[in-house]
């Protein structure tokens, strides 16, 4: 699917889901498998970014667990859902009831949860040094959104597929530079953003992104020949004309540089890639 924008906007691709291997009841048990243990396998969307999260750097997440309608009746979990010898454990144990329940989660390496912060949300944000791919991996807010799970959302063992997608929006620039035969650029700055907003789980309501413009320092993906290619992640929001601007510095001390800034308004919006062509001579 394609967008028309000023950027170049590339759709995920979702991977395959493999599921594990677990114990003969599951596979007999009928549905809804009442009083037996709710078990789960986990996938990360494609990411955007090679250097996002994906299902193989996915250690841990946060799961919630409620009755269809939200209430807390049959079903009331939240747990931190963890892999262990290539399993996912919670920290306590979920029960299969009489129904179908509805189930969400989500993960932001470094940054914990309460079962409080999921249902009143929390402000979130993204690193302002996403030069290194730790940086980067940290700003990767990864959910799924709430939803009413059926025997669709099962695989072939009776396992709850959660599949957790890239809440924020991923910016990646391309910059063709002419006349050298090295890349000049000592660091890539993307100005104009905001990087923090309130965010609640439990309803999917991520607030507007508030505070200060603050500069992002983005990650080199390939320090090969020339077009270099860089990628940050960004907060969803709207981001006026001539606020936007992509700075190369070109010595440690940043004081010689050259800056685009974007001429028309942006809407970034999650779980979506741009893309940025430039060239500098």
């Known amino acids: 699917m394609k967008r028309t924008n000023n950027f170049t906007l590339a759709a995920l691709a979702a991977l395959c889901l493999a599921g ?7 596979t007999a048990a009928g549905l809804p498998m009442t009083g037996t243990p709710m078990r789960v396998v986990a996938h990360v969307d494609a990411p955007m970014t090679r250097e996002a999260m994906t299902t193989n ?24 859902m963890k892999l262990t010898n290539g399993q996912w454990t919670g920290d306590k144990e979920m029960t299969w009831q009489s129904t179908f329940p509805k189930v969400s989660a989500l993960e932001q390496k470094g940054v914990n949860w309460s079962e409080t912060d999921y249902t009143d949300g929390k402000d979130v944000s993204v690193e302002t040094n996403q030069s290194t791919r730790d940086g980067l991996l940290k700003s990767d807010l990864l959910y799924m959104k709430p939803k009413t799970i059926t025997a669709a959302d099962l695989d072939d063992e009776k396992n709850i597929k959660v599949n957790l997608a890239h809440l924020f929006a991923k910016l990646k620039v391309v910059v063709t530079v002419n006349g050298v035969p090295f890349n000049p650029i000592k660091s890539l700055v993307i100005g104009g953003t905001k990087i923090q907003a309130h965010f609640t789980p439990e309803t999917g309501e991520l607030g507007t992104a508030t505070g200060d413009a603050t500069p992002i320092t983005a990650y080199i993906e390939d320090e090969g020949t020339s077009p270099y290619t860089y990628e940050c992640i960004l907060l969803p929001q709207t981001v006026e004309a001539n606020t936007l601007t992509v700075t190369a510095y070109l010595d440690e001390t940043q004081s010689q540089e050259k800056t685009y800034t974007h001429p028309s308004t942006l809407t970034l919006q999650g779980n979506t890639q741009y893309t940025l062509s430039l060239t500098m001579d």
């Open 57 to 80: 750097d996915l250690t841990r997440y946060y799961f919630r667990v409620t009755d269809a309608d939200g209430g807390t009746d049959e079903y009331n979990y939240f747990t931190t």
């Open 20 to 26: 594990c291997t677990q114990d003969d009841e599951r």
